[in-house]
């Protein structure tokens, strides 16, 4: 038997991996109407995931990696959850979203399938967070100003400037990390970005977008430029809860970096 892993489908994660990792993956709810929203996951929903799990594994544990609190009420219905089950259900606070969180799940699921114990699984899934960044280049705000996650300044800067906006995931909310006027502009400072917070050693990096192929190869093109060689990279289409809200044109790119911040632990 083995530590069960679980997150929620804003990960992001192929099902490739999935599968190969065992990773059990709760869907998030996407309502269609007039206008297409997104509900996060209720506490009865996680208990019930949580409780085959831990009959899966054999009580050996699970440990619940979701979206950041900041941005769903998931995190909270999971920590309800959880309490069911003592400590054999730990649930982490990302604070990140897309495949930070999805990269975190994997490190962990490769640890447990060889026989960690949940304080083990914990410790490198926190780790892996700790060396990520999240940022998202918007080709518009409507959605996310729609959704209400960005602040009211924010949305009318941005469009009043008529900008393409680049969001940075920072202590599970989203920021505005830069403004300009076109994409290649954005992809420059995007790059930027990425390359301000340093690393020496190999990155893992992954692209999510919706429906801009060729903007996501561009911007794997850019990175590899920018980044140590031996740095890897995933192309994956950006996942629908969070594309709701990022809308059509957008671009997320989630790296994990080999080495911790500059006066990290």
């Known amino acids: 038997m083995a530590v069960r892993i679980v997150t929620d489908s804003s990960a992001g994660l192929p099902a490739g991996v999935i599968e190969e990792l065992d990773i059990t993956v709760v869907d998030l709810h996407v309502m269609r109407g007039e206008e297409t929203s997104t509900s996060g996951l209720s506490s009865l929903e996680l ?19 979701h979206l950041s609190k900041e941005l769903s009420s998931t995190w909270s219905a999971a920590v309800t959850a959880a309490a069911v089950f003592d400590d054999t259900v730990k649930v982490i606070e990302t604070a990140s979203v897309g495949m930070a969180v999805g990269a975190a799940a994997m490190a962990a699921a490769k640890l447990a399938l060889e026989g960690a114990t949940l304080a083990e699984c914990q410790d490198i899934a ?3 967070l700790k060396r990520s960044g999240t940022w998202i280049y918007l080709h518009r ?11 009211t300044a924010t949305a009318v800067l941005s469009t009043a400037l008529a900008t393409k906006p680049i969001m940075k995931v920072n202590n599970g909310r989203l920021e505005l990390a830069g403004i300009t ?6 992809f420059i400072k995007l790059v930027e970005l990425v390359r301000e917070r340093g690393t020496e050693k190999p990155a893992f990096v992954a692209i999510q977008h919706r ?24 192309i994956l289409d950006l996942e629908d809860t969070l594309a709701v809200h990022t809308g059509d044109g957008a671009v997320g790119v989630s790296v994990i970096f080999g080495d911790h911040p500059e006066g990290a632990d």
Do not use: H
């Open 126 to 128: 926190e780790d892996t």
């Open 211 to 234: 429906n801009t192929p060729e903007s996501a190869d561009k911007l794997e093109d850019m990175l590899t430029e920018a980044l140590p060689e031996g740095s890897s990279f995933m």
């Open 181 to 186: 006027r076109t994409q290649v502009k954005a």
């Open 47 to 65: 208990t019930a995931a949580y409780a085959r799990q831990l009959e899966r594994g054999g009580d050996d544990g699970v440990l619940a990696l």
């Open 141 to 151: 705000l409507d959605e996310l100003r729609k959704s209400g996650r960005i602040s």
